[in-house]
């Protein structure tokens, strides 16, 4: 429901290129990168924030966005956290979602 997330993939869809899209349709200036994964490993440290000319920090730098990684997992949030709590206490449990 916001306007101003996306969502991109390092090796499939949506791309690097269907995201600058919307970045320039939208005139954004400020880019935040965050990993859509549990842990902020080796993808989110090297090809979204690394300092190699191929990675997505370098390439948003390059186009003239000002550029912010912020190199935490979704394990590290609380609300994640106890979802997977709630899903192992249930699965422990028996129970099954249907």
Request: glycine residues 10%; aromatic residues 10%.
């Amino acid at each position: 429901g916001y306007s101003n997330i996306y969502v991109g993939t390092v090796e499939g869809f949506p791309s690097y290129d269907t995201v600058l899209k919307k970045l320039k349709q939208t005139k954004t200036k400020k880019v935040y990168l965050m990993p859509f994964m549990l842990v902020a490993g080796d993808h989110a440290q090297n090809d979204m924030a690394g300092d190699e000319a191929d990675s997505w920090k370098s390439m948003l730098k390059a186009k003239g966005y000002e550029v912010e990684p912020i190199l935490t997992g979704l394990g590290e949030i609380e609300g994640i956290q106890k979802i997977y709590i709630s899903h192992i206490a249930a699965a422990i449990q028996g129970e099954t979602e249907e």
